[in-house]
């Protein structure tokens, strides 16, 4: 092997390395590991019958470190709810699931990006900070109305007990 | 005498077999109609999301982007390849005997069989699925089928190919192999091993379910062994190129090639880290565990070194050829490359596009980082500037000698413009198309998506504008394309040449150094490789059968 | 006979093609500025990453 050559294997890897390791530190201590992972089952044709999803919306929390529980049922082509309301300041957990065929649930302009399919519940936990109107859009093809399907994420200010 | 050993391996004067050009050929027309039809649907796709064109006749959008994902990533991929293997074998290791090269012919008439029962398929609105056809969006069984033949059909071909370099190999045992024929053999195994996953998915799942003979599917795993298959699939695609950038292109400039051991060991590592990847599609899928995303992202990362290392020898060639020729500085190297030969262009501009389609490539396999750019249209970017440039390009080059070689004709001065003019409107087409793509995604703008204004919302505002300049680079690359195809026609026509044009095979500057043994030692590979699966995929596809997923019903909502 | 002439010229050729000797300083700054590059674009998304969360 050329000198050079060496040396560019050396760094290449080593950048790829150190990319790694961002990536493991982020994911464990900051808690950021890929949206949806895990599994959480859910029946796809008695979503409506699960008290969570019966009717689908911001809901407080009464369990674990967050304040609300947000839940979403993503189908052909519609979000429920159609618009929701977020405290700013507050964490939440989503739920995301669907009681037909893959959908991408995406909030515009946050990191919230990840698939919902029927069978299981896709969750992901964020706080929201600053106040504002997010759209929310399917990202994955759900079939010719796919473009109808949005909704509105809207973090507006006061009225949080959570700082 | 039928297998290649010395020096005709080299020689300018060698040939691809007059019988195995005939089915190359076959295999090459398939390429130049796919492309017609797959680049107008493309064309169309950019203008309905610029806003200011309908589709007329009915057409569907979806239906449209259906056609032009089967008939580009798969339809055309598949002949090229098959066709440019066979050639690479019959020019390196040999002529074909007569069951290797039936084989070769099955396999196209099965491959064209599955491709036309798709094509009617989605022609009659009956499979507007996509070309990954995501379940439970269910299309109809014949489409299911119809892709089956096309990939039994690439086993059928891949099977002659694999032949042949075996019986090199028994017929000249200890030697060698040509680097060529190696490299197909390195191609064909990784195929094999990783269209299992797809073809269990579609025999196993997809065909029952759409019968009606089981009522559900299950999703995750359905999902997963397309993805088992789906990023092999990339560098099945890739790999030809990477033969064509490391043992022609240094003949072309009439020099040696940079390292033929090194060429070897990087085709291994991409044999090995091809496939226990395919969880990076599926960093946001839920049914999966973190661990598992986080294993196959490492993965992940270990199939870019390769590609570390082939970047380093194509500039060494480069840099050691502009020296030859009296360059003294830094970086005039540059200038004396052979700037007319559409040959080199044509490859030199698909190797600038991967720099940043590799970089892309990084950022989207790392693990929640994905989150920014997952199914938005900078993954559409991404994927136009490496299978979209770099193959698609290094794939007309070889197309431009192959064709006139195969037909016993030469490239000639129309010709090779043409190929100059196909390199330059290409680069400008696809550069616009693809910036506007990865900027447009990073704002959020989703891939998949026919012209929406999302309820008046101003995030979409800023994405149709965009859109209008993905609009104006497709219809560059329609332009482009139709030059593709006039130059095929010329190369196929006109009058028959002497001086045939030569399928340019290369040297190694460590041509006579002993080859590194363990890298034809195919059970030791195939045993690693199988590995690396078992490792990856062992504990999340278990977890798909014991986790009590509920199946899903199909539907069909286009 | 004209294949071992070939491998014996191949034989003198090999050591002015020796990998040590040749000089791909132009080499070494393309693959830096590729490194400089994917340390550049990582970084970016990183960060744009970072700042949504």
């Known amino acids: 092997m050329h000198k050079y050559e060496k040396i560019w294997i050396s760094l290449g890897t080593a950048s790829l390395a150190i990319f790694l390791i961002i990536l493991g530190i982020s994911a464990v201590h900051g808690g950021h590991t890929p949206a949806a992972s895990g599994i959480e089952t859910i029946h796809p044709e008695h979503i409506r019958e699960d008290a969570r999803f019966s009717e689908p919306g911001l809901k407080k929390a009464t369990e674990g470190d967050y304040d609300y529980d947000l839940y979403f049922i993503a189908s052909a082509f519609m979000y429920e709810p159609g618009e929701v309301e977020i405290p700013a300041g507050s964490t939440v957990k989503i739920h995301v699931t669907s009681p037909d065929v893959v959908h991408g649930f995406q909030v515009v302009g946050t990191n919230i990006n990840m698939m919902a399919e029927p069978g299981l519940i896709s969750t992901y936990e964020m706080t929201f900070d600053d106040p504002g109107e997010h759209l929310i859009v399917c990202n994955e093809y759900c079939g010719v109305g796919h473009t109808d399907m949005t909704s509105t994420l809207k973090v507006v200010d006061g009225g949080t007990d959570h700082d | ?558 | 006979m004209a294949e071992e002439q070939d491998r014996k010229k191949e034989e003198e050729k090999h050591d002015e093609d020796d990998h040590h000797k040749l000089d791909l300083r132009g080499t070494f700054m393309m693959v830096m500025a590729i490194g400089g590059l994917m340390l550049l674009s990582w970084f970016a998304v990183f960060i744009l990453f970072m700042e949504r969360m």
């Open chain 2, 1 to 558: 005498m039928t297998n290649y050993t010395g020096s005709e391996i080299f020689s300018s004067k060698t040939r691809v077999n007059p019988k195995d050009g005939k089915l190359v050929l076959a295999n090459m027309f398939w390429v130049a109609f796919a492309l017609l039809i797959g680049g107008t649907a493309g064309l169309l796709q950019t203008l309905v999301r610029s806003g200011h064109f309908e589709l007329p006749f009915g057409i569907g959008y979806y239906q449209l982007l259906t056609l032009h994902g089967v008939i580009l990533a798969l339809v055309m991929t598949f002949f090229f390849i098959m066709g440019f293997q066979i050639a690479a074998l019959s020019r390196t290791a040999g002529v074909f005997n007569n069951k290797e090269r039936t084989l070769g012919w099955i396999g196209f008439w099965v491959m064209t069989v599955g491709t036309l029962m798709s094509a009617a398929m989605i022609a009659m609105n009956e499979a507007s699925v996509l070309y990954t056809f995501y379940a439970p969006l269910q299309a109809h069984v014949l489409h299911y089928i119809g892709l089956t033949l096309v990939i039994v059909g690439t086993w059928v071909s891949v099977a002659g190919q694999l032949m042949r370099y075996f019986r090199w190999r028994k017929e000249n045992k200890g030697h060698k192999t040509p680097l060529l024929s190696y490299m197909t053999a390195i191609n064909n195994v990784m195929w094999i091993v990783c269209t299992i996953g797809v073809a269990t998915t579609v025999i196993f799942q997809f065909i029952p379910w759409s019968l009606g003979w089981v009522e559900t599917i299950n999703i995750t795993l359905s999902r997963t062994l397309f993805w088992y298959f789906g990023h092999p699939l990339v560098y099945f695609w890739l790999l030809p190129a990477y033969m064509i950038w490391y043992a022609v292109i240094p003949k072309v400039l009439g020099t040696k090639g940079f390292s033929d051991n090194l060429a070897r060991v990087s085709f291994v590592l991409f044999l090995f880290f091809s496939i226990p990847v395919g969880i990076h599609h599926q960093l946001v899928d839920p049914g999966i565990d973190a661990f598992w995303k986080g294993l196959q992202v490492v993965l992940t990362f270990m199939v870019i070194i390769p590609s570390l290392m082939t970047a380093f020898s194509m500039f060494a060639v480069f840099e050691t050829y502009g020296r030859k020729q009296g360059a003294k500085g830094l970086l005039d190297w540059f200038k004396k490359l052979p700037w007319t030969d559409a040959r080199f262009v044509l490859v030199f501009i698909g190797m600038l596009f991967f720099i940043p389609g590799g970089l892309g490539g990084i950022i989207n396999a790392s693990g929640q980082m994905n989150q920014v750019v997952h199914n938005t249209i900078w993954i559409v970017g991404h994927f136009h500037i490496t299978v979209g440039a770099p193959v698609i390009l290094t794939y007309f080059a070889a197309m431009l000698f192959l064709l006139p070689h195969i037909t016993g004709r030469k490239i000639d001065k129309i010709a090779n413009r043409l190929g100059l003019f196909l390199a330059y409107t290409w680069a400008l087409g696809m550069g616009i198309m693809s910036l506007a793509m990865h900027w447009a995604g990073l704002r959020g703008a989703p891939r998949r998506s026919t012209y929406s204004e999302y309820g008046g919302a101003e995030v979409a505002t800023e994405w149709i504008t965009y859109q209008v300049m993905q609009a104006v680079g497709g219809s560059f690359l329609f332009i482009a394309i139709i030059i593709a195809i006039l130059m095929f026609l010329k190369l196929i026509t006109g009058p028959k040449a002497d001086d045939i044009e030569e399928f340019p095979v290369a040297m190694f500057m460590d041509q006579d150094a002993p080859v590194v043994k363990w890298v034809e030692n195919w059970r030791l590979l195939i045993i690693i490789t199988i590995f690396l699966i078992l490792i990856a995929y062992t504990v999340p596809i278990t977890q798909m059968f014991t986790e009590e997923i509920p199946g899903a019903k199909g539907f069909k909502l286009w």
